[in-house]
């Protein structure tokens, strides 16, 4: 059993409305719920933490290098292009971590091209609409077990 933690950046609560074109129709809520039957279906825990606000998330990260958190996805949306305290965070932390974009963070503005999380993650799922996600999960859950490869 494997103890997963999903964080959820700034403007997430707002999938579903939010540019559906770039973004798709399913809200965070149906992502979640999805998430959460999928890791009990394998056995396994998925709390799921969301905040527009750089502070909340670095506390919660803290908080799961000393909790039963054993493997993080995070979608840090905007921050990770901009929030160096968030990399920090997650460096100190001392879990593997997964991140995860929508959309193809490549394919966009010049400035959406760098992430301050990429070179310290176990992965990066972008692109693949919300998909991804559960890609990030299977992964997630496969690192919780120690599966090397």
């Known amino acids: 059993m494997a103890n997963l933690l999903l964080l959820s950046g700034p403007n997430l609560n707002m999938l579903g409305s939010r540019e559906p074109e770039i973004y798709g129709s399913r809200t965070l809520d149906d992502i979640e719920r999805d998430l959460q039957a999928r890791a009990e279906a394998a056995g396994s825990r998925l709390e799921c933490y969301r905040s527009n606000a ?3 998330l670095v506390e919660r990260i803290q908080a ?3 909790d039963a958190s054993e493997v993080l996805i995070i979608n840090p949306a905007a921050l990770g292009h901009t929030s160096i305290a968030l990399r920090d965070a997650l460096a100190g932390c001392g879990k593997p971590f997964i991140e995860i974009h929508i959309s193809n963070i490549y394919a966009r503005e010049p400035f959406r091209h760098h992430s301050y999380l990429s070179d310290i ?3 990066c799922i972008v692109g693949l609409g919300t998909y991804g996600y559960e890609l990030a999960l299977a992964a997630a859950l496969k690192l919780g ?3 090397a490869d």
């Open 54 to 56: 750089e502070h909340e």
């Open 64 to 66: 799961a290098a000393s």
């Open 121 to 123: 993650a176990a992965g």
């Open 145 to 147: 077990s120690g599966a």
